[in-house]
């Protein structure tokens, strides 16, 4: 498959970003609309789903934990120190640890509300700005001239984004955490009540910032090609 | 750029235009107007050989050095 030109697999990817795109902007636009409206609807009845990470801990007999590696020398096995469940016998005790998920909030407070809202908007348009950045690129790719002078500001954008979103998400969930924490008990969860920044999130954005600076010294070489005589 | 091309005065001299030249050394003449206004940031050796053949001159009469401040 092409990579250069039209019909080629550039061009695909900006139809479908161009989708997304469409779609991104209804969800920021109804998320505005709502936020704009929030004030005039009485207090009973919100229920907000938030993004936060939370450890299980308990005599559940749960295996596993976050994406990653944890390592731990000299633990004593203190499966003997519970008493697991006849049919749980054979499994160790175990605890899930910083896991990624949701909680719903019932009756949620109006600046809870709009907070998250506000919050919302944001990253709609963190993810439009992002969408515009890679589109920008890609139709470059269309036309044949990956060497455009402008690309290499537009994919450091997007480095620049995706290690500032990475920072601003870990703020995020954590600020959710600490709310959570203060307002919701479910038996055997706790939430995570500090920021946790993913590292390799922060090496893709610094991996996107070097292809920008290999991209600006291609199109440097690319115009001194075009303008030897 | 303190590289400087000598084309305009060449081409008065030797009463050619800037078409023909680009004929007669193979170039277009888009490229030979980069070259002219000094835009190029390089130029091949052959394409220095040819001009110097065409205007039956040396590349010292075609290129001069300018001290810029």
Redo the contacts between chains.
């Keep these: 498959m092409r990579v250069l030109g039209k019909g080629s697999a550039a061009s695909i990817i900006s139809v479908v970003l161009g989708f997304v795109r469409f779609f991104v902007a209804i969800g920021l636009a109804i998320t505005a609309f709502a936020t704009l409206v929030l004030p005039f609807v009485p207090p009973p009845g919100y229920r907000v789903t938030v993004p936060v990470s939370f450890t299980v801990e308990g005599l559940s007999p749960l295996h596993g934990r976050r994406p990653g590696f944890g390592f731990e020398v000299g633990r004593k096995d203190d499966s003997a120190e519970g008493e697991p469940a006849p049919d749980n016998a054979a499994r160790k005790r175990a605890l899930l640890d910083r896991v990624d998920g949701s909680v719903t909030i019932d009756d949620a407070s109006k600046a809870f509300v709009a907070a998250n809202a506000v919050a919302l908007m944001l990253i709609l348009v963190y993810g439009l700005f992002i969408i515009d950045q890679v589109r920008a690129v890609l139709r470059t790719l269309i036309h044949g001239n990956p060497f455009d002078p402008a690309n290499g500001t537009h994919i450091r954008r997007v480095g620049f984004a995706v290690i500032a979103g990475e920072f601003a998400r870990a703020m995020l969930v954590w600020a959710e955490n600490l709310y959570a924490a203060g307002h919701v008990a479910i038996e055997g969860v706790r939430f995570d009540t500090s920021p946790d920044i993913s590292f390799w999130t922060l090496i893709y954005g610094l991996i996107i910032l070097v292809i920008a600076e290999v991209f600006r010294a291609g199109t440097r070489l690319d115009q001194e090609q075009s303008l030897t005589i | 750029m303190a590289i400087r091309i000598k084309l305009d005065q060449l081409l008065l001299d030797r009463k050619l235009t800037l078409t023909e030249l680009a004929d007669r050394v193979g170039?277009t003449i888009a490229?030979?107007s980069?070259?002219k206004t000094n835009?190029?940031?390089?130029?091949?050796f052959s394409?220095l050989e040819a001009l110097c053949r065409e205007l039956d001159c040396q590349p010292g009469q075609i290129l001069e050095f300018t001290k810029e401040p």
């Design positions: 170039l490229n030979l980069i070259l835009k190029a940031k390089a130029i091949r394409t």
